[in-house]
């Protein structure tokens, strides 16, 4: 009776133990993706904060019902000519743009195609993203 005690004791014990760090992995997972997500969210407010004219022009393109569907854009210099069988987003080659679009790409919102000029592909978390913001701005 005594060892059958004992035992369970320590087993009772070691179960709690492994249940409550189990636990505390699941909750410290979920916060870290809480804070990524934070912390993204705020670096998209920054970007609006510290660039607003291409970011405000990057944003009324995407929410424009017009282009809805477009998911690519141009980075060109102003006299360039472009012609495209594909709708695309084009915008004016300025030296803060790069700055702009290297941030955007680290974030994972936009993503350089591989061919020999500033071709980007912009992701549907951009675009819910923009949205999301944009209501929240506009509710302020």
């Known amino acids: 009776m005594n060892s059958i005690f004992i035992s369970g004791f320590i087993v009772g014990g070691l179960t709690t133990a492994v249940g409550r760090y189990c636990w505390q992995k699941l909750i410290d997972n979920r916060r870290a993706d809480e804070d990524a997500v934070n912390n993204k969210k705020r670096d998209m407010e920054m970007l609006f904060n510290d660039h607003p004219e291409f970011m405000n022009l990057f944003k009324n393109k995407i929410n424009d019902p017009e ?20 709708p695309r987003f084009r915008f004016e080659l300025t030296p803060d743009i ?16 591989e061919n020999n000029c500033l071709h980007y592909k912009i992701s549907d978390e951009c675009i819910v993203e923009i949205k999301s913001l944009t209501e929240h701005l506009g509710s302020r």
Not at 67 to 86: C, G, T
């Open 67 to 86: 282009s809805r569907n477009i998911r690519e854009f141009f980075v060109v210099e102003r006299n360039a000519i472009l012609n495209s069988s594909i």
């Open 98 to 113: 790069l700055l702009v679009l290297n941030k955007l790409e680290s974030m994972g919102y936009i993503q350089k195609l």
